[in-house]
């Protein structure tokens, strides 16, 4: 019997390639050329499988010039780079690669966020720049972030882990809000209380986002929002670009009605509003996330083995629609 074909649609570690290549033969991108949507549908001509990252897009455009495609196995746990919809109509598999990323993500949130509040990258700016020539008692004076309130927009897995974080090793007040509330275990677990957006927004001390992004939470924190806001708070957007109205951001930032924020995730990235870059209270880290070799060897582990499983005839680990191999 023929072996599957399988597109690597970017650069991977080699030993993904190689455990791919036990089932199925593969294109490989180690050159990691960034397709556009036409080089992307040529290069898919012939493959039942791809191995994507958040970049790649599969819509259903690609989904049509694309008959022989079966699975698309995302090496993210967001997956808003996939149209779902369109690639069940397709009969095509979507899988994502959660959880093992949680840990690593939330790590990153909480850094950003205390960076964010100690004016860290503005800091080391100052000094780098031979600037700092005496003591005063005000310099680069920003917020505290044990005893502070903690709100969490978004109480997924990655939101979690934050709550625990802030709640077990810094005494933060948690709260969150989150389209259903949690179980009462897990919202003591996480010693986390459920309140409204409105009191979210007016409460926090440090404002995490942690919500996947879809037509509902576009530009979720846009003016009105920011408005809310106390102005010594911080925001931390860890989630997805377009969440948060950044040009609305550049401007909240300038006229410090909020005091800082800090993000790895933009609207249109690699792009970067202008109106971000020229404002000092923002740190800005190009989505680095899940940037830990283990976390990322294992994102990309899960995304294979979801392709290993569906071309080995075995159940999907991680799917996200239906599996039109089950009856
Ligand atoms: C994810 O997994 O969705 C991350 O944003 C990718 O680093």
């Not at 995490?208 to 979720?220: D, E, K």
Request: glycine share 8%; aromatic share 6%.
């Amino acid at each position: 019997m023929n072996k599957p074909r399988i597109l690597m649609a970017r650069a991977v570690f080699p030993e993904i390639i190689e455990r791919l290549q036990t089932v199925a033969e593969v294109e490989a991108n180690q050159e990691d050329v960034l397709f556009t949507k036409a080089e992307l549908v040529a290069k898919l001509q012939g493959k039942q499988g791809v191995f994507t990252t958040g970049t790649d897009r599969i819509d259903a455009e690609v989904l049509a010039a694309c008959p022989e495609l079966r699975i698309c196995a995302n090496m993210a746990v967001g997956y808003n780079n996939f149209d779902i919809p369109a690639m069940t109509a397709a009969g095509v598999v979507a899988t994502n690669a959660p959880d093992v990323l949680t840990e690593t993500t939330a790590d990153l949130g909480f850094a950003l966020m205390m960076a964010t509040a100690r004016r860290m990258a503005e800091s080391e700016h100052y000094l780098r720049a031979g600037l700092w020539n005496r003591w005063s008692y005000d310099m680069f004076a920003g917020s505290d972030i044990h005893g502070a309130t903690l709100g969490i927009l978004g109480m997924g897995r990655i939101g979690q882990a934050i709550a625990r974080r802030g709640a077990l090793g810094f005494g933060m007040k948690v709260i969150y809000h989150n389209r259903s509330r949690l179980s009462v275990e897990l919202e003591a677990e996480c010693k986390a209380r459920y309140v409204s957006k409105d009191h979210l927004l007016a409460q926090a001390d440090h404002l995490m986002l942690v919500l996947p992004y879809s037509a509902a939470s576009h530009h979720a924190i846009g003016a009105a929002e920011l408005a809310q806001m106390k102005p010594t708070a911080t925001l931390v957007n860890i989630a997805r670009g377009g969440i948060v109205d950044d040009a609305a951001l550049a401007v909240a930032l300038k006229n410090r009605t909020i005091a800082a924020a800090g993000l790895d995730v933009f609207e249109g990235e690699p792009m970067v509003h202008p109106g971000l870059l020229d404002v000092p209270n923002v740190v800005l880290t190009p989505h680095i996330g899940s940037a830990t070799m283990p976390t990322r060897l294992a994102m990309a582990g899960l995304a294979a083995d979801n392709l290993l499983a569906f071309f080995s005839g075995q159940p999907l680990l991680t799917p996200l629609n239906p599996d039109p191999r089950t009856p």
